[in-house]
């Protein structure tokens, strides 16, 4: 069994920032891509920023130059420096990894619960 918790959401002023952390947990061999979703009322769940085991990172044009990702393997965690957030930033921001487990030795995809991010003008 395995558990994705992220934390570190809240309600901030425009310019101001915030940094989210997810945390995996339980039968892990190896955490492989984390990535970081967001989603907002009424709106798709749109990919934020995602990092590699080895570090290759990628981001969404509109968080490019004020988010970044970083991840601490020897913890199963990831995190999400956000920065000059926006209020079109506010959303629900999920973390996803894909996570090898012992049990069944197989790859599998895990989300988080979610953590609440609102911007206010």
């Known amino acids: 069994q395995v558990q994705l918790v992220e934390s570190g959401g809240g309600l901030v002023q425009a310019g101001e920032s915030l940094r989210l952390s997810c945390v995996a947990s339980?039968?892990?061999?190896?955490?492989?891509?984390m990535t970081w979703y967001r989603q907002a009322p009424g709106k798709q769940r749109d990919m934020v920023a995602t990092?590699?085991?080895?570090?290759?990172?990628n981001y969404a044009d509109s968080v490019k130059g004020r988010f970044t990702i970083s991840r601490d393997n020897t913890k199963n965690t990831v995190y999400l420096q956000m920065n000059s957030l926006k209020p079109e930033d506010t959303a629900v921001y999920y973390c996803?990894?894909?996570?090898?487990?012992?049990?069944?030795?197989?790859?599998?995809?895990?989300w988080g619960q979610g953590t609440q991010v609102i911007v206010s003008s």
């Open positions: 996803s990894a894909r996570i090898f487990q012992s049990s069944g030795s197989t790859w599998s995809d895990y």
């Open positions: 339980g039968d892990i061999v190896r955490v492989a891509t």
């Open positions: 990092i590699m085991y080895g570090g290759t990172v």
